[in-house]
């Protein structure tokens, strides 16, 4: 079988370390094209991509016939356009997260993947990492008996006016940049929509930097509390926690395993702890192998364009629900 083409819109310090060699080390992926003008930025990339083509413009990669997949890292604020012509040029597309700045502009992205007939999803990577796939699997088997509680931490200091995050222009701030993860990260495991959420934030030149978000969610087992911090000022933090009835889960590097600390997760009950540790695995990775394993073969994503709609409609929720 013919490894998936890919090409890369932009040559970001994110794609350039952590998404780009994911593409080229996964199975059945290669990358083999890179959309940038500057030849500095396209270094990193040429080092573990041997024969990168280098295109001077995203429409001209875009039109490259040899390029089956394309992958977004661009600005928050330009992800569903270029999603949006990548599929009208007959590409598969896997978009950085987050997918967009409201819900309701996800909708016409959903109905250029229908009218292509190609795959699209959002790069959520946390939901193909095992760890997050066993806390799902001990939800569903009642393990910590029914859910009353989810709380979540993700902080990092990053106070430089000119990093994209800091920018409102381009969509910056730690909740579409951290908050997908602390508030989606319990919709996928506990199967859970948001009720009612009220949020407190605190924001620098117009970008939010801090956000306590608390309310009620509601899944399978019934209602139960929430509570979230992000925040892009504060020191290095990041924990989940399932509290339930007869016992409670915990993650100690949820969004970021393996490069802010190994993957845990630890099933606390009354008398004993069961902790399964996950050295190793790349969940970039892991996420190219199952978008090819969709695109080859059909596979369901874990993660689709209207997994993200809903999450980015909390994400709304919450901005909604400030005091």
Not at 161 to 175: K, Q
Not at 201 to 220: L, Y
């Amino acid at each position: 079988m013919e490894p998936v083409n890919w090409g890369i819109l932009g040559a970001s310090n994110f794609a350039a370390h952590r998404m780009g060699p994911a593409l080229h080390a996964a199975r059945g992926s290669r990358l083999a094209a890179l959309a940038t003008s500057s030849a500095e930025k396209a270094a990193p990339f040429a080092a573990f991509a041997p024969g990168l083509k280098l295109h001077e413009s995203y429409a001209a990669l875009l039109a490259d016939p040899e390029i089956e997949a394309v992958y977004i890292p661009l600005p928050n604020t330009l992800h569903v356009e270029w999603g949006i012509r990548a599929l009208e040029a007959g590409k598969h597309v896997l978009i950085e997260k987050p997918l967009a700045m409201t819900a309701a502009e996800i909708t016409p992205l959903i109905a250029a993947r229908d009218r292509a007939g190609k795959c699209a999803a959002e790069a959520y990577m946390i939901v193909h990492h095992p760890q997050w796939q066993l806390v799902r699997r001990w939800l569903d088997e009642g393990r910590i008996g029914r859910l009353k509680h989810a709380d979540v931490a993700f902080t990092f200091d990053n106070p430089d006016p000119a990093n994209i995050r800091n920018r409102a222009d381009v969509g910056g701030g730690s909740i579409p940049d951290i908050g997908v993860y602390a508030y989606s990260s319990v919709r996928f495991a506990a199967r859970a929509e948001p009720v009612t959420l009220q949020a407190k934030i605190r924001r620098e030149n117009g970008v939010d930097t801090f956000t306590q978000v608390w309310g009620d969610m509601a899944g399978p087992g019934g209602p139960f509390s929430f509570a979230a911090l992000t925040s892009t000022r504060l020191f290095p933090r990041q924990e989940v926690t399932f509290q339930g009835e007869t016992g409670r889960i915990t993650l100690s590097a949820p969004f970021n395993a393996g490069v802010f600390g190994e993957g845990q997760v630890s099933l606390h009950g009354f008398s004993t702890t069961e902790t399964h540790r996950f050295p190793g695995v790349n969940q970039y990775v892991l996420q190219v192998e199952a978008f090819v394993a969709h695109i080859r073969e059909d596979v369901p994503f874990a993660w689709t364009l209207e997994d993200a709609r809903k999450g980015q409609a909390m994400i709304d929720m919450v901005r909604a629900g400030e005091i």
